[in-house]
């Protein structure tokens, strides 16, 4: 029995009888055996110039059947004999048989008498056995046999066609459509498969033959006619013009395979350089709004007006609630793509990106680091400054209601006191003159704290940096100018009263009395009404409460005060009596003082009409600081749920990123759960921003309620979607890695596992040491410190003494898996060159497609070895350039 051309021994005469018992000796199997056979030794004799008409004729002296075996094995046969002699043809016929034999066939009931006595089936018998040598033995598809392996192609082929079935050698080809299937796989432009039908087979067939001769160079060697019209096609004939298309589109398909490893690699190079160029572009965007940003965060120039500085606080917090939130994420996406690049750049044993210089992640991270501090710094010198301004509003309102009262008071005193009067005066006159100048050395005494108190304020308001000093002190300055005046003043006319008083005695001692309890009462009253007009601030309850119980305490005293002014009243009532009594002239003229009962009661009644209007004012201000207390409580409530939210969701983001808790998917998919319950969770921190506005706008400062600020919580929720973010790029990137390399969840699991037990502080590093005993823990052999030293220059190239678990995992990955490596797409491209040295633009365009053909145009340098011919390109440094192995 036959073994399908792999070898081994071939009875002819037991292939006879099975040929009889499977009806293959039909004539017209025959014919078509012969045809075939006959066209397909004429495809490779006309390579020598001949060819042959009748092949059991033609092969008897044994000439062309010898330069048939040369022909298709390319090696050379012994010289044959030239005689015409029987002897001579069968001694030609047995060196063909010894070849054929040499080759690892044996032919058994095959001898050079039948060949040379024109047996067609033995001649045809022995084409056959040549065939299955040369021309379809080297056909492998899975480790099959040769004719399971062709017809194993034949169905990969033919598989997307419809109407098209490839079973066997014999009916599946008889519609002529798998013939097209073949051709239209391989040469799409020679036919239009959409426009053929299964009821023409005559069509089909013979387009399949004339396209294949002409286009193929593969020569008709079926008949279209017995294909149709016999019932059984002849299998060795249709396997035989079927291994032709086999061999002729075997070339194109390894051209196919090269152009196809070309085009990942430079796809994957283009996908590269469009990260590469979005990186640069976020960078340079938002290093540039920071830059902007910058200059307005670093003002701290004020124009010392408090509606100016509301307003940079209004700006602020639109800042931090429009403008910002954006370069939040565009941050965050920008740290997402430079990963991602650097996992893609691993995966394809590509180098490292580094950014353009000011552009490195590291430099972005510290301008951010600079404008978190600058907002933290603007906005605590925004609420100062408002709390300063308010400060100097408040004292510039008390200097000026403190100085008004100063300079109505003091009108009129300097001509008084510098008035010769007291030398035109009755004794009792005199007398009262000098009791009226005692009087008012007591009140100018009782006024000198209030002119402290004036200086004081101007002081403090000066070193407050208030706007308008200049004017405050040029006021200030009259004052104690003025009451300089008036002291010396005073001391003056004190002396010259001395010197009357020796001769002025007489006194009026009710007018005195009244005199002498009417100032310091009048004073008193001056500096009750100052008290209760007097404007306070205060940022807690118990500064208020504080105030209310002094005025409380102030209201006990009334019915002291109210006893003091009936009795000072009734001295004035009792000089009225003495005077309507006794009918003295000008008695009720006080030569003492200028004050009068009227004046002091008008004071009185105003003092006691105060006293409920201080009590509505502080009562105001006391549901005032109630609110706030209540806006603290309200802050410190919410506060207290976000915060501990935030930092349970922080340690649940982190557990989950140490790769502890189920596979990478599992990972993922819990991380955008985190992700889209933190999203969810967004209106708890919009509804604190709008209390947090709330207790700023009402001057709350302090919260003794809860340790948490508005600051601390925006830091933790920007570091919570950071933290997410972070996290799921980095498993997207593991997955990557596993899916793009072959490695098992087992084995990222197990080197996961590894990396984690000896980074016992979680720091998502280890040291040198800890990275050793690591690999050793992972069966990693390490051969010395030398061995140890190229790894970690692998690991950590910016010798930071750390290894971070992605440089880890690329490590193991590569000790794990294979890559593409820039030989292979060396030799990719050398098989699209015809194995040149240098490949030319054409090949390129006809090879890849028109985009990645164009790229490899302008990249490439030209060829300029020996042998160079115009437009010659060299592939062998552009590969090497794509792994970062030249310097292209």
Same mark, same amino acid.
């Given at each position: 029995?036959?073994?399908?051309?792999?070898?081994?021994?071939?009875?002819?005469?037991?292939?006879?009888?099975?040929?009889?018992?499977?009806?293959?000796?039909?004539?017209?199997?025959?014919?078509?055996?012969?045809?075939?056979?006959?066209?397909?030794?004429?495809?490779?004799?006309?390579?020598?110039?001949?060819?042959?008409?009748?092949?059991?004729?033609?092969?008897?002296?044994?000439?062309?059947?010898?330069?048939?075996?040369?022909?298709? *094995?390319?090696?050379?046969?012994?010289?044959?004999?030239?005689?015409?002699?029987? @002897?001579?043809?069968?001694?030609?016929?047995?060196?063909?048989?010894?070849?054929?034999?040499?080759?690892?066939?044996?032919?058994?009931?095959?001898?050079?008498?039948?060949?040379?006595?024109?047996?067609?089936?033995?001649?045809?018998?022995?084409?056959?056995?040549?065939?299955?040598?040369?021309?379809?033995?080297?056909?492998?598809?899975?480790?099959?046999?040769?004719?399971?392996?062709?017809?194993?192609?034949?169905?990969?082929?033919?598989?997307?066609?419809?109407?098209?079935?490839?079973?066997?050698?014999?009916?599946?080809?008889?519609?002529?459509?798998?013939?097209?299937?073949?051709?239209?796989?391989?040469?799409?432009?020679?036919?239009?498969?959409?426009?053929?039908?299964?009821?023409?087979?005559?069509?089909?067939?013979?387009?399949?033959?004339?396209?294949?001769?002409?286009?193929?160079?593969?020569?008709?060697?079926?008949?279209?006619?017995?294909?149709?019209?016999?019932?059984?096609?002849?299998?060795?004939?249709?396997?035989?013009?079927?291994?032709?298309?086999?061999?002729?589109?075997?070339g194109a398909q390894q051209a196919e395979t090269a152009a196809n490893r070309i085009c990942k690699v430079l796809k994957v190079n283009q996908e590269n350089e469009r990260l590469m160029e979005e990186y640069e572009r976020l960078a340079s965007d938002l290093l540039e709004w920071i830059r902007r940003t910058?200059?307005?965060?670093?003002?701290?120039?004020?124009?010392?007006?408090?509606?100016?500085?509301?307003?940079?606080?209004?700006?602020?917090?639109?800042?931090?609630?429009?403008?910002?939130?954006?370069?939040?994420?565009?941050?965050?996406?920008?740290?997402?793509?430079?990963?991602?690049?650097?996992?893609?750049?691993?995966?394809?044993?590509?180098?490292?990106?580094?950014?353009?210089?000011?552009?490195?992640? +590291?430099?972005?991270?510290?301008?951010?680091?600079?404008?978190?501090?600058?907002?933290?710094?603007?906005?605590?010198?925004?609420?100062?400054?408002?709390?300063?301004?308010?400060?100097?509003?408040?004292?510039?309102?008390?200097?000026?209601?403190?100085?008004?009262?100063?300079?109505?008071?003091?009108?009129?005193?300097?001509?008084?006191?510098?008035s010769q009067d007291f030398r035109h005066c009755k004794l009792n006159e005199l007398k009262a003159l000098k009791k009226k100048h005692e009087a008012f050395e007591s009140d100018l005494a009782a006024h000198q704290d209030r002119v402290e108190q004036i200086a004081a304020i101007a002081h403090e308001l000066?070193?407050?940096?208030?706007?308008?000093?200049?004017?405050?002190?040029?006021?200030?300055?009259?004052?104690?100018? !003025?009451?300089?005046?008036?002291?010396?003043?005073?001391?003056?006319?004190?002396?010259?009263?001395?010197?009357?008083?020796?001769?002025?005695?007489?006194?009026?001692?009710?007018?005195?009395? @009244?005199?002498?309890?009417?100032?310091?009462?009048?004073?008193?009253?001056?500096?009750?009404?100052?008290?209760?007009?007097?404007?306070?601030?205060?940022?807690?309850?118990?500064?208020?409460?504080?105030?209310?119980?002094?005025?409380? !305490?102030?209201?006990?005293?009334?019915?002291?005060?109210?006893?003091?002014?009936?009795?000072?009243? *009734?001295?004035?009532?009792?000089?009225?009596?003495?005077?309507?009594?006794?009918?003295?002239?000008?008695?009720?003229?006080?030569?003492?003082?200028?004050?009068?009962?009227?004046?002091?009661?008008?004071?009185?009644?105003?003092?006691?009409?105060?006293?409920?209007?201080?009590? +509505?004012?502080?009562?105001?201000?006391?549901?005032?600081?109630?609110?706030?207390?209540?806006?603290?409580?309200?802050?410190? /409530?919410?506060?207290?749920?976000?915060?501990?939210?935030?930092?349970?969701?922080?340690?649940?983001?982190?557990?989950?990123?140490?790769?502890?808790?189920?596979?990478?998917?599992?990972?993922?998919?819990?991380?955008?759960e985190y992700q889209q319950g933190v999203t969810a969770y967004r209106p708890h921190i919009d509804e604190l921003e709008k209390i947090h506005q709330s207790v700023q706008e009402g001057m709350v400062f302090e919260n003794r309620y809860t340790q948490y600020t508005m600051e601390t919580l925006r830091v933790?929720? /920007? !570091?919570?979607?950071?933290?997410?973010?972070?996290?799921?790029?980095?498993?997207?990137? !593991?997955?990557?890695?596993?899916?793009?390399?072959?490695?098992?969840?087992?084995?990222?699991?197990?080197?996961?596992?590894?990396?984690?037990? @000896?980074?016992?502080?979680?720091?998502?590093?280890?040291?040198?040491?800890?990275?050793?005993?690591?690999?050793?823990?992972?069966?990693? +052999?390490?051969?010395?410190?030398?061995?140890?030293?190229?790894?970690?220059?692998?690991?950590?190239?910016?010798? +930071?003494?750390?290894?971070?678990?992605?440089?880890?995992?690329?490590?193991?990955?590569?000790?794990?898996?294979?890559?593409?490596?820039?030989?292979?797409?060396?030799?990719?491209?050398?098989?699209?060159?015809?194995?040149?040295?240098?490949?030319?633009?054409?090949?390129?365009?006809?090879?890849?497609?028109?985009?990645?053909?164009?790229?490899?145009?302008?990249?490439?340098?030209?060829?300029?070895?020996?042998?160079?011919?115009?437009?010659?390109?060299?592939?062998?440094? @552009?590969?090497?350039?794509?792994?970062?192995?030249?310097?292209?």
């Open positions: 029995m036959m073994n399908n051309g792999m070898g081994g021994e071939i009875d002819y005469m037991e292939q006879e009888e099975e040929w009889e018992r499977e009806g293959l000796l039909d004539p017209a199997w025959e014919r078509q055996q012969k045809k075939t056979f006959t066209a397909w030794c004429n495809s490779h004799l006309r390579k020598a110039g001949t060819g042959i008409e009748n092949i059991d004729e033609d092969f008897r002296n044994g000439l062309k059947l010898m330069l048939l075996l040369e022909v298709i *094995s390319g090696e050379t046969l012994p010289k044959p004999d030239r005689g015409k002699m029987r @002897f001579h043809k069968i001694a030609n016929v047995n060196k063909a048989l010894d070849y054929i034999a040499s080759k690892g066939v044996r032919l058994v009931s095959i001898g050079a008498e039948e060949i040379v006595d024109g047996n067609l089936k033995m001649t045809l018998g022995m084409v056959w056995t040549i065939i299955l040598r040369f021309a379809i033995q080297d056909i492998s598809v899975e480790e099959m046999t040769a004719k399971e392996g062709l017809l194993l192609w034949c169905q990969r082929k033919t598989a997307p066609y419809r109407n098209v079935n490839v079973q066997n050698f014999h009916l599946s080809w008889k519609d002529g459509l798998a013939f097209c299937a073949l051709i239209h796989r391989h040469r799409p432009d020679l036919l239009d498969y959409s426009k053929l039908s299964k009821d023409n087979p005559l069509e089909n067939l013979n387009l399949a033959f004339e396209i294949a001769e002409k286009h193929l160079d593969i020569p008709k060697m079926l008949d279209p006619y017995d294909l149709i019209n016999f019932p059984k096609p002849d299998e060795r004939a249709i396997m035989t013009y079927v291994s032709c298309f086999y061999h002729a589109f075997q910058m200059p307005w965060l670093n003002n701290r120039q004020s124009d010392n007006a408090l509606a100016s500085v509301q307003k940079k606080l209004e700006e602020y917090r639109t800042y931090r609630r429009v403008h910002k939130p954006p370069r939040v994420e565009q941050k965050a996406k920008l740290e997402t793509n430079f990963n991602t690049l650097q996992t893609k750049l691993r995966l394809s044993n590509r180098p490292a990106y580094m950014p353009t210089e000011g552009k490195m992640v +590291s430099d972005i991270a510290n301008a951010w680091k600079g404008l978190e501090t600058s907002e933290k710094s603007f906005e605590e010198w925004l609420l100062s400054e408002i709390m300063r301004l308010e400060r100097l509003e408040h004292l510039a309102k008390k200097f000026k209601h403190k100085s008004d009262i100063h300079e109505e008071w003091t009108k009129g005193k300097e001509e008084m006191l510098q000066n070193a407050l940096g208030y706007h308008d000093s200049a004017s405050v002190n040029q006021r200030c300055q009259r004052i104690c100018d !003025q009451w300089d005046r008036l002291g010396s003043f005073t001391q003056r006319r004190r002396q010259a009263l001395d010197e009357a008083e020796k001769v002025l005695e007489k006194i009026d001692t009710l007018h005195l009395e @009244f005199a002498k309890r009417a100032a310091p009462f009048n004073n008193w009253l001056d500096g009750t009404s100052e008290d209760l007009v007097d404007m306070f601030i205060v940022h807690t309850i118990e500064e208020i409460q504080g105030l209310i119980d002094a005025h409380n !305490q102030f209201k006990a005293t009334l019915g002291e005060a109210d006893k003091e002014y009936n009795s000072i009243v *009734s001295l004035v009532k009792e000089v009225e009596s003495i005077a309507q009594k006794y009918q003295v002239p000008g008695g009720l003229e006080n030569p003492y003082t200028t004050l009068t009962a009227s004046t002091l009661t008008k004071k009185w009644n105003e003092v006691r009409q105060l006293v409920p209007q201080r009590d +509505s004012t502080l009562q105001n201000e006391y549901r005032k600081q109630q609110n706030n207390e209540m806006l603290r409580r309200q802050f410190a /409530e919410k506060g207290n749920q976000v915060g501990p939210w935030i930092e349970k969701q922080l340690d649940a983001v982190t557990a989950i990123g140490m790769g502890l808790q189920g596979s990478l998917e599992d990972q993922l998919h819990r991380l955008k933790g929720w /920007e !570091q919570l979607l950071t933290s997410i973010n972070r996290n799921i790029n980095e498993v997207e990137n !593991q997955i990557l890695t596993r899916d793009s390399k072959g490695i098992t969840q087992q084995q990222l699991t197990e080197f996961r596992g590894s990396f984690n037990h @000896f980074d016992k502080n979680r720091t998502g590093r280890l040291a040198k040491d800890e990275f050793r005993s690591c690999l050793v823990s992972l069966g990693y +052999s390490v051969q010395g410190d030398v061995d140890f030293s190229r790894i970690m220059a692998a690991v950590d190239p910016n010798n +930071s003494g750390y290894v971070h678990f992605d440089a880890f995992l690329d490590f193991m990955t590569r000790e794990s898996t294979d890559t593409d490596t820039a030989e292979q797409v060396i030799d990719s491209f050398r098989i699209l060159a015809a194995d040149k040295p240098y490949i030319l633009p054409d090949e390129l365009r006809r090879e890849l497609p028109p985009d990645q053909a164009e790229y490899c145009i302008q990249r490439m340098q030209p060829f300029k070895g020996p042998g160079a011919v115009p437009g010659a390109l060299d592939y062998l440094s @552009f590969s090497t350039a794509l792994y970062g192995e030249s310097d292209i």
